[in-house]
């Protein structure tokens, strides 16, 4: 059953916390990228990889870190240094011609 | 950079057609992308355009005019479930970096 899986799907964590969001995809996909979705807003690009161990910054890097170690993996890790660390996060995968998304990651930090 | 523009909110009738549109300024254009948004889910996949013209997938239509910066999502026979908010995506070339529209919202009323 190929597809994107991220988990977990709900995540709270406590102030100054680092913490990891998890994103692997089995359609063996050469692009992944992370958002970042607040309430009634629109998607805001984080980090994208075309490629293993090279990644790319987004719109709204600060704060963020990821890594792409193998091709199916492009985990996301919001710092302490990130302000507002509480929404939804996404992951994608994609091809030239389609790009599908994980069933996202809510995060809130209390 | 990329900037695309979306109208925030439409409404349309069950049964009717409704067009949204997509306008869009990038540096080396490499694709657009239209996905539905139900609220609290992820964006599921529509279309994919990259060369002028209609592409047709049931009740969904996507268009694209290059030159212009313009694509525009075609919905026929509305249903309520087509009820969510409808992102643009533009990828450019290079490193390949997908970014999206701030969305339309659909409503689809009796």
């Known amino acids: 059953d190929g597809g994107i899986t991220q988990s977990p799907k709900y995540l709270f964590r406590k102030e100054g916390q680092n913490v990891t969001l998890s994103c692997e995809q089995n359609?063996?996909?050469?692009?992944m990228y992370w958002y970042r979705q607040d309430p009634g807003q629109g998607l805001r690009l984080i980090y994208y990889s075309q490629i293993v161990n090279d990644f790319q910054k987004g719109d709204i890097a600060e704060g963020y870190s990821v890594s792409r170690e193998k091709k199916e993996s492009f985990p996301l890790t919001v710092t302490s240094a990130q302000k507002n660390p509480t929404a939804f996060y996404l992951c994608?995968?994609?091809?030239?011609?389609?790009?599908?998304f994980g069933q996202g990651t809510r995060l809130t930090v209390v | 950079g990329q900037n695309i523009d979306q109208p925030t909110e439409m409404t349309a009738t069950e049964g009717a057609i409704v067009q949204i549109n997509c306008t869009y300024q990038?540096?080396?254009?490499?694709?657009l992308f239209w996905y539905q948004q139900h609220a609290g889910e992820a964006p599921t996949f529509l279309s994919y355009n990259v060369l002028d013209g209609l592409e047709e997938k049931g009740r969904f239509s996507s268009f694209l005019s290059r030159s212009k910066g313009y694509s525009y999502l075609l919905l026929k026979e509305l249903q309520m479930k087509d009820s969510a908010s409808y992102l643009c995506?533009?990828?450019?070339?290079?490193?390949?970096?997908?970014?999206f529209g701030t969305g339309t919202r659909l409503l689809v009323s009796p």
């Open positions: 995506a533009v990828r450019n070339t290079g490193f390949q970096k997908l970014v």
């Open positions: 990038t540096s080396g254009f490499n694709g």
């Open positions: 994608a995968s994609a091809t030239v011609t389609e790009a599908f």
């Open positions: 359609l063996n996909h050469d692009a």
